[in-house]
């Protein structure tokens, strides 16, 4: 089909939203979950000539957000992370928010200088000009990832797309560590196990309830303006430019 043979002015009409929003109901309550179902996350990141950007990351949770939809928006679910424990650290109470890996992130200005030296200022300094916007999806890898992948790009010097490429790591439970081990050097793998580390190959690791080493999705502008993407090639995602 052509462009000009898509009805994109009724498709875009706000009336035929809200109609469709009202098929989908307010309640999914009798849902299900199957054998096999995820509850995956979305990042996506947008980024225009001028520089002005967005980070965006949404998450319904499990089992598929919290049953309730409003205008067609299924309501997340992090709040099942509260305990009605009242001795526990996450005990729900008021004004206070549940534990949650959600990081849609950005930085204000980028340098491939030494991480050890230079991060701090690079991501938290703020000199009014737009670097990067960036995330990884997956559960706990997300702060994991998200470390990985800043220090491939401002400690390595990698552009976004290496920097997604680099094999990844993820630390489970007490000393364990989920390591893409099918590009990894052997003598690393042996390393980790020597110092301790007990090693999770990555075939064992996608066995279990679908595990993965996350998503990311990078744009960095340049100090000279040139925009730069990359899109995580272990899971579905484009960069694209126009």
Do not use: C, W
């Not at 109470?93 to 701090?120: C, D, Q």
């Not at 595990?211 to 990078?218: K, L, M, R, S, V």
């Amino acid at each position: 089909m052509k462009d000009e043979e898509i009805p994109l002015e009724s498709k875009l009409d706000e009336a035929y939203a809200r109609e469709r929003a009202a098929d989908i109901g307010h309640s999914i309550g009798d849902y299900e979950p199957k054998a096999g179902d995820t509850a995956n996350t979305v990042y996506l990141t947008v980024v225009d000539g001028d520089g002005n950007a967005v980070s965006m990351l949404g998450s319904g949770y499990q089992p598929f957000g919290s049953g309730l939809v409003v205008d067609g928006f299924t309501l997340q679910n992090h709040g099942t992370s509260f305990s009605l424990d009242p001795d526990d650290a996450n005990a729900i109470e008021p004004r206070k928010r549940p534990y949650h890996t959600l990081i849609p992130a950005m930085s204000s200005r980028g340098s491939a200088a030494r991480l050890s030296a230079e991060l701090r200022s690079a991501l938290l300094a703020d000199d009014g000009e737009f670097r990067g916007s960036f995330g990884v999806m997956g559960g706990s890898t997300m702060p994991q990832g998200h470390l990985q992948l800043l220090v491939n790009m401002f400690d390595s010097g990698l552009n976004p797309q290496a920097a997604i490429d680099v094999p990844r790591f993820r630390f489970e439970e007490g000393r364990e560590v989920a390591l893409e081990t099918t590009r990894l050097p052997e003598e690393t793998v042996e390393d980790l196990h020597d110092r301790g580390h007990e090693i999770v190959l990555e075939s064992e690791f996608f066995e279990p309830d679908a595990h993965h080493f996350g998503g990311a999705q990078f744009i960095y502008r340049d100090s000279d303006g040139t925009v730069i993407g990359g899109s995580e090639p272990r899971r579905d995602g484009q960069a694209i430019g126009f």
